[in-house]
């Protein structure tokens, strides 16, 4: 017991200090969590209509002329790789980084558009080729900013840059776990556009109907001219959104149990502050006694 | 009452509008046109302007649209729209700042020309909406 019991309380206050903060750090993502699936859910009815109508001009024109629609020989590849802004969220940001070099087969074949500067900054220390970066958005995603990026993705895509872009983001499956995913955003799989093999039991009819009335204006290429950039941007936007709430849930989790780790700590701590006092008081009083016994 | 469709305006950010109407004066990519009842099936881009909508009961409304594209069938239309606003929506000041600052870019052959043109249209449509309506 050679602890001194000023340096074991000092050590609970500070525990006790960082507790309080986590903690506060944990309600804090819970609240923001909650904002970011409301986000979510109220991007749904554009992205399935939009889905929809892709599906339908695509199943009209065939194979489309489109530059994003058409595959070309791989040569170099784009990842757009979205992270947080901020650390402590466990295992969130690194997941992602991870998911991605596993991909990479030759770092000279890559190009990285980085949101968030966790992202950013894991693959400049390992120099990578970092193309754009995008800080202090992924908290807030934002559809004009989503469109912004996929608009110069889009442009260097067009002037074959790279040949392949992939889209690196963590799904959000519910409140303690998420998980890094990869899907690839250009060029666009025409099999991917058309409407859901469930969905089409259900509206045959009408769909055959709808195929041989339905007027465009201007033509079918033009729309998708507009449609696609405007696919692109919204895939990214919801990808942006469930990175968010998948941030936040991560953070919670890793708060929640650094939590309990010092609820945990604080505990030990108290038993051994108590046991290390009782250990003086017993010393005390045999010193008082053998003093006393010695006088006699 | 007179005979209604179904509209649907659904902006990224989430459904703006979802209710019965009579008809709907939009401005397409190629021209103003009216949506009515039993319409034929169209699907066709929209630009950026002032949209007005006409209630059953002949009550008019009138706000924003920036860009979109509309899905019209007979019963029922759906518009898909970068943004929408009410004219209640619209922050005048902000609007004008947005069009004086427009405005310099245009000069300034340092900012994207097509950008500040695109941005400068917009102001122009929230301040007619605004003060018009």
Not at chain 1, 85 to 102: Q, T
Not at chain 1, 116 to 122: I, K, M
């Amino acid at each position: 017991m050679a602890e001194n019991v000023q340096d074991i309380k000092r050590r609970i206050k500070s525990v006790n200090s960082t507790k309080q903060i986590t903690h506060a750090m944990e309600m804090v993502a819970s609240a923001k969590l909650r904002k970011s699936r409301e986000l979510a859910e109220n991007r749904y009815p554009y992205f399935e209509s939009m889905i929809h109508s892709m599906g339908r001009i695509v199943e009209r024109t065939g194979k489309s002329r489109n530059v994003f629609m058409n595959q070309r020989e791989v040569k170099k590849t784009a990842y757009i790789v979205i992270t947080g802004d901020k650390g402590l969220a466990g295992g969130y940001n690194v997941n992602v980084a991870k998911k991605v070099e596993e991909h990479i087969k030759d770092k000279n074949n890559a190009v990285i558009f980085a949101v968030g500067a966790r992202g950013r900054d894991h693959f400049r220390n390992r120099d990578y080729k970092i193309q754009e970066e995008f800080l202090g958005i992924s908290e807030h995603p934002d559809f004009f900013k989503a469109r912004q990026i996929t608009g110069l993705v889009m442009e260097a895509f067009k002037n074959e840059e790279f040949d392949e872009v992939y889209m690196v983001y963590t799904r959000f499956l519910s409140t303690i776990s998420q998980h890094p995913y990869m899907m690839q955003l250009l060029p666009l799989e025409a099999e991917d556009l058309k409407p859901i093999k469930k969905e089409k039991v259900v509206e045959v009819a009408e769909t055959k109907k709808d195929l041989t009335g339905m007027l465009y204006e201007p033509d079918p290429e033009t729309l998708l001219d507009y449609l696609i950039p405007n696919y692109v941007a919204n895939t990214l936007y919801g990808a942006m959104i469930e990175s968010a709430a998948s941030e936040q849930g991560a953070r919670r989790t890793a708060m929640e149990s650094a939590t309990t780790n010092a609820n945990d700590m604080i505990d030990a701590l108290t038993l051994k502050f108590n046991r290390v006092r009782q250990a003086a008081i017993t010393q005390e009083i045999s010193e008082i006694v053998s003093g006393a016994e010695a006088l006699n | 009452m007179a005979e209604t469709f179904r509209l649907k305006i659904i902006a990224p950010t989430g459904v703006f509008y979802d209710g019965d109407i009579e008809r709907i004066v939009v401005r397409g990519t190629e021209g103003e046109f009216a949506i009515l009842p039993g319409h034929t099936p169209l699907t066709t881009t929209l630009a950026c302007s002032t949209f007005q909508i006409i209630f059953g009961d002949k009550n008019k409304k009138y706000g924003t649209l920036l860009g979109g594209f509309a899905t019209i069938n007979p019963e029922e239309t759906i518009i898909l729209t970068d943004a929408a606003e009410w004219p209640e929506d619209i922050d005048l000041e902000r609007a004008k700042e947005a069009k004086d600052r427009a405005l310099q870019r245009l000069k300034d052959s340092k900012y994207d020309a097509a950008r500040a043109q695109i941005a400068l249209q917009r102001a122009i449509i929230r301040i007619n909406t605004k003060e018009h309506h």
